[in-house]
C-alpha cells in the first residue's frame, strides 16, 4: 500500500510541484485554499456564488495524465469584448459542473475522471463565503485576498472573516496521512488559509506524520521582505500554534547575479537565504539543494528534483 502525502497549498507553487511528485508510488492528497476573489475565478465567485475554482483547476491540470494540447486548452482564456473575458476554460467547466452536481467536491471528482487523475483533489471548503482578511502593520484591515496581494504594507496578521466549515474528508486526510507537506507558494495568501482554520489546526496538532515546508525562490513584495528560511518556518509555527514543523527543504542556488538584478529591481524580490544557526535553533531538519532552475527568465523550482528529496524523506521516516 502507497504511504499517503497531504499537500496544502494554492496558486501556482502547488500545481509545480505535484507536476512531477505525481509520478511517484505515493498516494497524494492535495488540498487547496479557496479564498481567491481575483480574475476569471472573482467575477464567477460573484457570479455563481462559489468557492473559488482557479487555483483547483490548475491542480487538476498538473495531476492530470493526458496529453498537453487538453492541458492547455483548460488554461487558455478568452480574449474578447464579451462577459467571457479572461476566463479560463477549466474555470468555466468546473462551474458548470458545480451547478451540475450541487457540491464543488463532487465537480472536482467528475472532471478528475475526465482528465485520468489519480489523486485527490479537494477543496478546504465548499463555502462560498470564505473571506481572507489581514492586519497590516498601519492598523488597517484589509478584506479580500486580491486586495491583500494588491497592498504592499507589511503584514500583520491573517484571518477569516468567518471560520469556514473544513470538509470531512481534508480532516480524515491528515487523520491518515504519513506526510504533511506545506507547498511552496505564497505565504500569506496561499498557505496560512489552510491552516489558520481551526478544525485543521486541531487535527495537526494530533497527527503523528511529521511536517515539511517547501521554502519559496524568492521573498514577496509587502509580504516576506528580507525574511530567510528560519523566518519562514518561525511564522508557521506561530500560526500552528501547538505543532511545528518538522522539516524544511530550501535551495542554495547560486542565482546568475543578472536574474538576482532583474527579480530585485523589476518586482523587488530578493532570493531567500538559508540561516543555519537559526534553523538549529528551530530545531528543524534542514534539507538543501540546488533546486533552482530558470525557464524563460524566471526562476522555478525544479520539480523532479523536489519531488525526489520529499520522496527520500518519506522513506526514511
Known amino acids: 500500500m502507497y504511504k499517503k502525502v497531504v499537500v496544502f497549498g494554492g496558486g501556482t507553487g502547488i500545481s509545480y510541484l505535484l507536476k512531477d511528485l505525481k509520478n511517484f508510488p505515493i498516494d497524494i492528497t492535495a488540498v487547496i485554499s479557496v479564498s481567491d476573489n481575483g480574475q476569471s475565478t472573482g467575477k464567477l465567485r460573484k457570479e455563481f456564488h462559489t468557492p473559488a475554482v ?22 487558455y482564456r478568452f480574449k474578447t469584448s464579451s462577459d467571457l473575458d479572461g476566463h479560463a476554460v477549466g474555470n468555466l467547466i468546473l462551474i458548470a459542473m458545480l451547478n451540475i452536481t450541487g457540491s464543488l467536491k463532487e465537480s472536482i471528482k467528475f472532471l478528475s475522471k475526465l482528465l ?8 478546504i471548503s465548499e463555502d462560498p463565503n470564505v473571506t481572507l482578511m489581514c492586519k497590516d502593520d498601519k ?43 506545506l507547498s511552496m507558494g505564497s505565504l500569506y495568501t496561499s498557505i496560512l488559509p489552510n491552516i489558520i482554520c481551526q478544525s485543521i489546526k486541531k487535527e495537526l496538532a494530533k497527527t503523528k506524520a511529521p511536517i515539511m515546508y517547501i521554502c519559496n525562490a524568492v521573498t514577496q513584495p509587502g509580504e516576506t521582505d528580507n525574511f530567510t528560511v528560519g523566518d519562514h518556518v518561525k ?3 506561530n500560526y500552528l500554534e501547538n505543532k ?14 543578472e536574474i538576482a538584478k532583474k527579480y530585485e529591481n523589476e518586482e523587488h524580490k530578493d532570493t531567500i537565504p538559508i540561516d543555519h544557526e537559526n534553523l538549529k535553533k528551530l530545531e528543524v531538519e534542514l534539507i538543501e539543494d540546488d533546486l533552482i532552475t530558470v525557464i524563460d527568465n524566471t526562476l522555478r523550482h525544479d520539480s523532479l528534483k523536489l519531488s525526489s528529496l520529499i520522496f527520500s524523506y518519506l522513506m526514511r521516516h
Open 116 to 123: 485520468d487523475v489519480r489523486h485527490t483533489v479537494l477543496p
Open 139 to 181: 492598523g488597517n484591515i484589509i478584506e479580500g485576498e486580491q486586495q491583500i496581494t494588491a497592498s504592499k504594507n507589511k503584514i500583520e496578521k491573517i484571518y477569516y472573516k468567518e471560520e469556514p466549515e473544513v470538509l470531512t474528508e481534508v480532516l480524515e486526510s491528515i487523520k491518515e496521512a504519513d506526510l504533511i507537506i
Open 54 to 75: 482557479g487555483d483547483i483547476r490548475k491542480v487538476i491540470t498538473s495531476l492530470s495524465g493526458i496529453d498537453d494540447p487538453i492541458k492547455q486548452m483548460l488554461s
Open 244 to 257: 511545528r514543523i518538522d522539516a524544511v527543504i530550501a535551495s542554495n542556488t547560486k542565482v546568475d547575479s
Open 235 to 237: 511564522l508557521i509555527n
